[in-house]
């Protein structure tokens, strides 16, 4: 809990104070007789006030829990409900008293203090206990019982007893407050000896039950003085409960994160033993002597019996806490995880679910490592396990006191908060932000996608984990080292996407891919010098499924590497094939598209080189078609294609004109050929309709060609349509072109029978 949500410390000053004051005034009454009586009336009243102001400062900080809310506002209510009662009282004192008499108490003010102390002793009663088995719950009743007769007992024999058998006459109000007062004390008292560690802190708990301690104080003290107890009770015992109150409540403020204790067995022999004290008071009385002696010997033995216990006791508990540290030790195995360091699944799981079933809420953060298999299977198990060491390290250190990181397993991690603010966000943004520089000793940069879920009031484990996975999710989707909230309604996208990544999963395992193919011409004589894979998805229930619809969700979940590598390998199968049937100038090279996503794989250079070598295929034969996007992400991707480039293998700017940086590219990275995109070629024909933005595309169009005659590479323009595009195409100085006008992909038979067709016409010109 923050700082600010202490109960303040001034509420303690001020009731320690009354207490201090009105006791010191007490003395100079009894000895020198200073002021009138009623004075010791005062401090209660105003200490209960500053109870009630603590209080109710602490039941608004308690919000988060509801039994912790219940009780402190329940005691808040009973609280203020027994101010009300001495402020009544205060009144009446001044009103009536004379010289060193006091009035008794009128009949509203016992009512209201009643009320209030009953209000108090029912809110300690409903505190769950926390004991779970019949056996424990059996056993916990009978010490209970025990502790309660042997306080009864002690509280009957010096307080209750000599009250009803006085010679003056009790006001019966007063009786029946101390009467309730008295059994609701004792039974306060046993419970919270009881209790476990739970929403409302047990000291705490101990200190408001200690409450009733000073109802006890009264009864004994009415027993000397009557009037329920007279001006020492009131200077003296009674400011006491305004004080502990406040204690209490400062205590609770400040109670997360204090460790567990079990609670103290020996309660009912200490009420055993509390039982010798009436005993031995009898004994000593007007007792015949033989009578005296089996008085005393049942005090004798009793006592013995409690040290024997006492004795067993300790030993036990040296025997317990023996067996606890084993425990533990065994506990922070299962519990823990061993590569990390860091708490595991279960504990995650088992800590989330006891947070919920408290009613606490929590937020959970999903951290996801964004191509962590990458690091993995290209720089080996040991350099991956590092990694996670040090993510680890960075989870820790950015989470710092504000909540618990978790390893999920894999490269997956969670981080564990108490409450449901933007904390969250702040957390999740010191991990992103930590992430903006190499963490491990191999100087890797690492990015992680964040999902983020707050537990509803009625969430289940499973629903808040399935949340913040569909947040992390949302946050790959995003273009990843990012985070993302859960908001109502952001599953069903995500889950048609993760059906979607499943999908395509299952279908390149079942073969429903394959390759068609484009042809590239010559514009001016119909020539095919190379063709461009498109890869095709015929799925079972849609049919043909276009590449613009699964190629992003591929390269989302990464599974265009190995799309990728099948494309790849399918066309270098087939180029073979055809160069093995037709001979080897049918065609001069084939196209594939690549994404960036592939690009950033560490083994692409080498798979690239292998489908290459395995079909017999030299690398300047193969034509790699990547976006300018694709081209700008970063120094790895660049010093990939500089490679390619190294091994001879030919590099295409697909869609060109469309980026920002179309010309700067040019000369930053080694580029064969710019392929003009569709949208340049659309309308260049058209002579009436929107002339400006015609001669745009026609400028475009131009520019593109002239530059790349310029700098020695092809140009080949995309998506001819009609003969006029091509005409003006060719007037502007394109010699290569692709598109529907020319020919449309078509299956690799197909294909097959086109590039024949030209061979047979080349062999008889
Ligand atoms: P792209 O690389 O720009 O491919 C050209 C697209 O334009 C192809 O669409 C082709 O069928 C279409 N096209 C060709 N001529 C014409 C024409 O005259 N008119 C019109 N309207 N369209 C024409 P497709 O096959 O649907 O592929 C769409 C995109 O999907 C490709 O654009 C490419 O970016 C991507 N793609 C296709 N196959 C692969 C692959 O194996 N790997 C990767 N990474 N991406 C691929
Ligand atoms: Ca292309
Ligand atoms: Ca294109």
């Known amino acids: 809990m923050a700082e600010d949500r202490r109960v303040p410390l001034r509420w303690v000053w001020i009731t320690l104070g009354l207490v201090v004051v009105s006791s010191l005034w007490y003395l100079l009454w009894v000895t020198v007789g200073a002021g009138p009586v009623a004075i010791a009336y005062v401090a209660v009243p105003l200490g209960g006030m500053a109870a009630v102001a603590a209080l109710y400062d602490l039941w608004r900080v308690v919000r988060g829990n509801r039994v912790a809310r219940q009780f402190w506002g329940c005691l808040l ?6 101010t009300v009662g001495y402020v009544l009282m205060a009144v009446n004192a001044f009103r009536y008293s004379v010289g060193d008499y006091t009035p008794s108490m009128p009949i509203s003010a016992a009512a209201a203090v009643g009320l209030g102390f009953a209000l108090a002793m029912w809110a300690v009663a409903r505190v769950p206990v926390g004991i779970s088995g019949t056996g424990q719950r059996r056993r916990m009743y009978l010490d209970r019982t025990i502790a309660f007769l042997g306080c009864a007992t002690l509280l009957w024999h010096f307080g209750m007893a ?18 309730l007062a008295f059994v609701l004390s004792i039974a306060g008292i046993t419970k919270v000896a009881y209790l476990g560690e739970g929403p409302v802190d047990r000291t705490a708990l101990r200190l408001v039950a200690a409450m009733s301690l000073t109802a006890a104080g009264v009864a004994v003290l009415a027993a000397t003085y009557g009037n329920a107890g007279g001006p020492p009770s009131q200077a003296v015992v009674l400011p006491l409960a305004p004080l502990l109150l406040v204690l209490a409540a400062r205590v609770q403020s400040r109670a997360a994160g204090r460790a567990p204790r079990t609670s103290s067995p020996l309660l009912p022999y200490l ?84 947070a919920l079933a408290a009613g606490e809420s929590a937020t959970v953060l999903l951290v996801d490592l964004d191509d962590f298999k990458t690091v993995n299977d290209s720089l080996g198990h040991d350099v991956g396990d590092e990694l996670l060491v040090s993510l680890a390290a960075v989870l820790r250190e950015r989470t710092g006191g504000d909540g618990i990181p978790v390893r999920i397993g894999g490269d997956e991690f969670a981080v564990l908060l108490a409450g449901g603010t933007t904390v969250g966000e702040t957390l999740a943004q010191r991990i992103l932000d930590a992430l903006t520089e190499p963490i491990s000793a191999h100087g890797l940069l690492v990015q992680a996608s964040i999902g983020i879920a707050t537990a509803a009031p009625d969430a289940t484990l499973d629903s808040v984990l399935r949340e913040a996975d569909v947040a992390m999710y949302a946050a790959k989707q995003r273009g990843k080292a990012a985070y993302v909230r859960y908001l109502p309604g952001m599953a069903e996208p995500v889950l048609a996407h993760m059906r979607l990544g499943g999908e395509l999963r299952h279908a390149l395992d079942k073969g429903e891919f394959h390759v068609v193919y484009q042809p590239v011409m010559a ?34 979940t990464g599974l265009i590497v190995e799309l990728g590598r099948f494309v790849l390998r399918e066309t270098c199968r087939q180029t073979a094939a055809w160069l093995a049937e037709l001979g080897p100038d049918v065609l001069q090279r084939p196209a594939v598209n690549v994404s960036a996503r592939q690009l950033r794989d560490p083994g692409f250079v080498a798979d690239v080189m292998a489908a290459l070598d395995d079909h017999g295929l030299t690398p300047d034969r193969l034509v790699l078609e990547l976006t300018e996007s694709a081209a700008l992400r970063g120094g790895q991707i660049s010093r990939t294609l500089h490679e390619l480039d190294r091994l001879g293998v030919k590099l295409a700017l697909d ?30 024909e058209v002579d009436d309709a929107n002339p400006a933005a015609r001669d745009a595309r026609q400028a475009v169009a131009r520019a593109v060609v002239q530059m790349a005659g310029a700098l020695g590479l092809e140009a080949v323009a995309e998506g001819i349509e009609n003969e006029a595009q091509a005409a003006r195409l060719g007037e502007l100085g394109y010699t290569l072109g692709q598109g529907f006008l020319l020919a449309r992909p078509m299956p690799a038979a197909e294909m097959t029978k086109l590039l024949a067709a030209q061979h047979s016409a080349v062999t008889a010109g």
């Open 523 to 556: 514009l001016d004589t119909g020539v095919i010098i190379g063709v461009e894979a498109l890869v095709r998805w015929l799925h079972p229930v849609r049919g043909l499924v276009s590449p613009a619809d699964f190629i992003p969700a591929a390269e989302r």
């Open 271 to 354: 009420a055993v033993a509390a039982v010798d004290l009436p005993l031995v008071a009898v004994a000593t009385g007007e007792l015949w002597w033989p009578g005296r002696v089996v008085i005393l010997a049942a005090v004798v033995v009793s006592v013995l019996v409690v040290v024997r216990q006492f004795l067993a006791f300790r030993d036990n508990s040296r025997l317990l806490s023996d067996i606890r540290a084993k425990e533990e030790r065994l506990q922070h195995e299962v519990s823990h995880d061993g590569l990390t360091g860091l708490a595991n699944r279960a504990w995650f799981r088992d800590r989330l679910q006891t």
């Open 162 to 179: 000599p009250m009803l058998t006085a010679d003056e006459r009790w006001a019966p109000q007063t009786l029946v407050l101390i009467g």
């Open 655 to 684: 869609d060109f004109g469309t980026g920002e940086s179309s010309l700067s590219l040019l000369r930053a990275f080694p580029v064969a050929i710019v392929k003009l995109d569709k949208s340049f070629v659309d309308g260049i």
């Open 77 to 82: 209510a009973g609280a203020a409900s027994m």
